[in-house]
């Protein structure tokens, strides 16, 4: 059995998972209130040593996610949005705690690891997986193997531009992809919406920016609201466009939409597929489908985790094979 | 000692190279004259006799690049640059013919292959090259093997979107990247420019679009025309600014520019090191080198064909490594 471990914010998520992708025991706890590593750290060890502790199975390795985690150090190095300053070799500590072998990477990275190895990706050699939250994140695997860049920062595909003198970005830029397209964005729509029809009859334009979800745009959509529709079909044209460009770049098999936006289904899935469509060379005969995650939202980082630490241990053939 | 041979519809380039990357000897005839498979398939297997029997070394294998030809089957697909419309088995043909093993790829490959098999992304894992010629091609190199995407359709970066509604591009869309960032861009460029500065005092005004040329402007620019140069700070901003995007999503160690434009130098690179500077993510602090290549730029695509069949014969060991 495999810990596979999702480090995040405001919530750390644990799960034991054997090599079929069944949960043994789950668990989680806050990580909010931690204002120093060590302290953290303890918290995490405990919790560990209760879950395996109830299991009758041997631990056969660690899989940790975190955010600026890396992958070739094992240390969590500069994580903006943890509540701490320190660096923290996670990687070390937990081998030396649980005396198994552990691996750590970037959390951005889990949902298409945890794809690849327990879920529809199983099969597929050449995929992304665009995770849309408060953010857009990206994973992109080709020949089989997640595409993680010299530095360990490829996928920012949140931040590619869409317009120049744009929308105003958190990195301090203008008009990057997830200032449009994530949960964020929607909003950032519906108000620019608002404005361009002077309320039109929706009925968000009650709402303050600070009320406004994701989850009110799309019940609203669901009900008819013309504007939360449209909001999702100016969203939808500026994600499919750029999925035609990724088209061109990687050419995969697939592209999966995941993350809480996600669960909008076909308000957001069909225009998407459509704008994407639209875009694409002409010469690209190919269909392309853009699809949901196969695996539980809730359970996709933590089998992520596993899935990291699975493959170190026992390298999959699929990913030795070499060829062009 | 390997062959290589790089089928162009303009000329075919064939070179028998050693190991290390040494030429033992070259040759080329043209492809043009032929309108039928068979026939062309006759004059190169004639040409090879002649090649493999002027030298005494065993023949270890063949590696081919042709436009549309597809590394899976080995066949010759649909080439609408050559003068024939068979599919050609080429790869079933040689191996039958010279009895040795045989690779076939997209011609598009072919300078990434070269590049990583015998030069200056040799130590690379993590690169990409952009190939400025009448089009723009590209071949991206992530953990030690080329994207080659599951269509092995990728790195068509020629045809990403630059500009909605923006320059026709002969591929039925408008603003791709080519129609600006190419031999064929740089001219368009400078006739914009002609006519947005109601002619300046270029040199330049006096040519016809069909005499113009991408040399002509480069030695303009070398002159000190300044159209010329501003036509080539037009191009690498657009360049720069993709260039930036690229980052984020491949995360390359280095991004090497060949072909025919790029033989222009620092006219074209140093406004594009700055432009893609001045776009890229704030936080994304590495250097990430614009370079030449190292490699010869007449023989970059035959060294590219005999890597392909250098490396499919003994796998090197970097791309075997199981990392995420």
């Known amino acids: ?152 920062m490829a996928g920012e595909l949140g931040h590619v531009n869409v317009k120049p003198n744009g929308r105003r970005c958190g990195c301090g830029r203008q008009g990057c992809l997830e200032t449009y397209v994530s949960a964020t964005g929607l909003k950032r729509t519906l108000f620019k919406l608002l404005a361009d029809y002077n309320g039109g009859h929706s009925e968000l334009k009650g709402c303050t920016f600070d009320e406004l979800t994701a989850e009110k745009i799309t019940e609203a959509a669901l009900r008819g609201d013309h504007l939360a529709k449209e909001t999702f079909e100016y969203t939808a044209q500026i994600l499919g466009s750029k999925l035609a460009d990724l088209l061109l770049i990687t050419d995969p098999e697939a592209i999966f939409l995941v993350g809480g936006m996600a669960r909008a289904g076909e308000l957001l899935f069909k225009p998407t597929r459509a ?36 493959n170190a241990d026992e390298p999959s053939k699929a990913y030795n094979k070499n060829t062009y």
Request: glycine share 12%.
């Open 1 to 152: 059995m495999y810990l596979g471990i999702d480090i995040g914010g405001t919530t750390t998520k644990m799960g034991l998972v054997d090599a079929s992708g069944a949960f043994l025991s789950e668990n989680h706890f806050s990580t909010a209130p931690y204002s120093d590593a060590n302290q953290f750290l303890s918290a995490l060890e405990r919790e560990i040593t209760n879950m395996v502790s109830l299991v009758d199975h041997k631990l056969k390795g660690i899989g940790v996610g975190a955010p600026s985690a890396n992958y070739h150090t094992g240390i969590i190095e500069n994580a903006v949005n943890l509540g701490w300053s320190e660096q923290l070799d996670i990687k070390g500590h937990l081998e030396g705690f649980m005396d198994c072998s552990v691996s750590v990477t970037n959390d951005c990275n889990l949902p298409a690891i945890g794809e690849m190895t327990y879920g529809a990706a199983r099969s597929m050699r050449d995929f992304v997986i665009i995770s849309l939250g408060t953010g857009l994140g990206s994973g992109i695997v080709s020949n089989g193997r997640l595409v993680g860049g010299h530095h360990g």
């Open 275 to 310: 704008a994407m469509n639209s875009s694409k060379l002409n010469t690209y005969n190919s269909v392309v489908e853009i699809l949901p995650s196969s695996l539980p939202p809730e359970r996709l980082s933590i089998l992520g985790a596993c899935g990291l630490i699975m």
